[in-house]
């Protein structure tokens, strides 16, 4: 019975930050940057889960906890800056508001 | 094939497929709803690893707080109709998307060119990722951690309130 090496997590964990980094590059909605900031954080979590699984170590699996708390605090005051902008500017396309670009 | 193998490539590949989805839809409701599958996805993949503990907590907090609090934002502000939600092209799309690849690629050399040794799964795995020793090493070790992440909560939903106050009285 042949099992997974550990490189086979950590290409998947890459490839799923990579296309979370694409979709905060490429995408002008702010909810949706915000989603492919949450869509990097889970890719990192399932690094280090898989690096807790092989090494034998729990200080990984820890470790998402504190990802997954700071997660949520900043998807909070995430969604909460969007609801202000969209109050103030009625937009909530990140390249319509440039008022600190200068 | 064992079952954690053919469990690794339904989840991973489903993985991939969503998070393209999320970046790809141009409706936010419809991006947010794929969302929900890829944070589903991901704890399938806790499971193939034995984190148990850490997927029911994928579930519950992302899929279920999380997701709610985008969806319930996304309702709130009424983007108006579909048509204005077209993006303009922009070759940007084109560059990021060919430095993603190349990045994967530049990845997939690295980690063939320099195993890591580790083969397969610790057999304490199972073990590990229990509530009972997660739960231990939390309240032991990382008490100090565990009560700085309260603080970071408190000062989130302090901020939160702050932020989305319509007007800031004395």
């Known amino acids: 019975m042949s099992t997974l090496p550990l490189e086979a997590y950590l290409l998947l964990s890459a490839t799923l930050f990579t296309i979370g980094v694409v979709g905060v590059l490429t995408r002008r909605n702010a909810i949706i940057i915000l989603m492919s900031i949450e869509i990097m954080l889970n890719a990192v979590n399932l690094s280090l889960v898989a690096f807790s699984a092989y090494l034998g170590n729990a200080e990984g699996q820890l470790l998402v ?28 396309y990140v390249d319509e508001v440039n008022i600190l670009r200068w | 094939m064992s079952v954690n193998t053919l469990f690794f490539f339904l989840f991973g590949a489903a993985g991939i497929g969503f998070a393209l989805a999320v970046i790809t839809r141009r409706n936010p409701v419809a991006s947010a709803l794929w969302m929900i599958g890829y944070f589903l996805a991901l704890a399938g993949l806790y499971l193939t690893l034995q984190a148990s503990l850490i ?3 994928q579930v519950l907090i992302y899929a279920g707080a999380i997701m709610v609090l985008v969806i319930f934002v996304i309702m709130l502000l009424n983007l108006g109709n579909p048509e204005q939600l077209r993006e303009r092209f922009n070759p940007r799309v084109g560059l990021a ?3 993603g690849a190349l990045l994967v690629l530049q990845f997939l050399v690295f980690l063939l060119s320099r195993p890591t040794g580790y083969t397969a799964p610790s057999p304490k795995a199972s073990e590990i990722g229990s509530p009972e020793n997660l739960g231990q090493v939390l309240f ?22 702050v932020l989305a106050k319509r007007k800031l009285e004395p």
């Open chain 2, 97 to 99: 998307s060919a430095l």
């Open chain 1, 65 to 92: 906890f504190f990802v997954m708390a700071v997660a949520a605090a900043e998807a909070a005051v995430g969604l909460a800056i969007i609801l202000a902008l969209f109050r103030n500017q009625q937009t909530v």
């Open chain 2, 140 to 161: 032991t070790d990382y008490l100090f951690p565990f009560e700085a992440v309260s603080l970071l909560l408190l000062a989130a939903v302090v901020g939160a309130v």
């Open chain 2, 55 to 57: 997927a029911v907590m």
